[in-house]
């Protein structure tokens, strides 16, 4: 039962344009809501959060919108750059189990020069 | 900044044997997690510890026990090791104690190979 699901496994984009990545749930229990990149040999780096009481979260060129009645979120970066390539991971938490992230299957993002 | 140390980073072993992964949280996290992500998969929580007790309990093989010590460093010992416990196994810590928004930050991790 995968209750977080990024249906997109990659995604392309031009360097200087915006990528989007996409990320939806279905445990309405989760309450706060992570994206993490992650290059190959190294662990998962925390990029950005989102708590469910608020619908937008930014930081620099990572924004992160959630629309909790439509169970989604997604990840905006702007403007992409060739270092941002990797692979993204979404993650809830919440619910019964407290502290315990549930990761999406990631996307692997190539942004070209 | 000090960041989650994980040893070994690699470790081969064969079936039937027994391993031990170590974890040193970020100084002053008080929660530690372990995760296996296997190839092609998303990471899968095994377990957690605040405050040296266990504080959550994911998909974890009862062949697997871990514990965290009084220095915070946490251990996850794997005995009658099978082909399918390959996998990159995580740690993670967080400074839980100020509230439910900390986010997770994960060491590099251990590549277990079972032969």
């Known amino acids: 039962d995968q209750q977080v699901k990024q249906n997109s496994p990659s995604l392309s984009v031009q360097e200087g344009r915006i990528s989007i990545l996409n990320c939806d749930y279905t445990?309405?229990?989760?309450?706060?809501f992570l994206w993490y990149k992650k290059y190959p040999a190294e662990g998962p780096t925390f990029l950005i959060s989102?708590?469910?009481?608020?619908d937008k979260n930014e930081d620099g060129r990572f924004t992160v919108f959630l629309n909790k009645s439509a169970k989604h979120l997604s990840l905006h970066i702007v403007p992409s750059q060739p270092g941002d390539s990797a692979v993204y991971f979404c993650?809830?938490?919440?619910?019964?189990?407290?502290?315990?992230?549930?990761f999406g299957q990631g996307t692997i993002l190539t942004v070209h020069p | 900044a000090a960041g989650v140390i994980q040893s070994p980073r690699h470790l081969i072993k064969e079936k039937r044997e027994t391993a031990t992964l170590k974890c040193y949280p970020i100084p002053r996290h008080d929660t530690v997690y372990w995760y296996q992500q296997g190839p092609g998969q998303d990471p899968q929580f095994l377990i957690s510890?605040?405050?040296?007790?266990?504080?959550d309990k994911g998909s974890i093989p009862d062949r697997f026990s871990a514990q965290q010590f009084s220095d915070y460093h946490s251990e996850l010992n794997m005995s009658s090791l099978e082909l399918g416990d390959s996998a990159l196994y995580f740690c993670?810590?967080?400074?839980?104690?100020?509230?439910?928004?900390?986010?997770?930050?994960f060491g590099d991790g251990t590549r277990l190979s079972i032969l």
């Open positions: 993670a810590s967080s400074h839980t104690g100020t509230g439910a928004g900390q986010p997770q930050h």
């Open positions: 510890f605040y405050e040296k007790m266990q504080s």
């Open positions: 989102i708590s469910s009481i608020k």
């Open positions: 993650a809830a938490k919440g619910g019964t189990s407290y502290g315990k992230l549930t």
């Open positions: 445990n309405s229990m989760f309450d706060y």
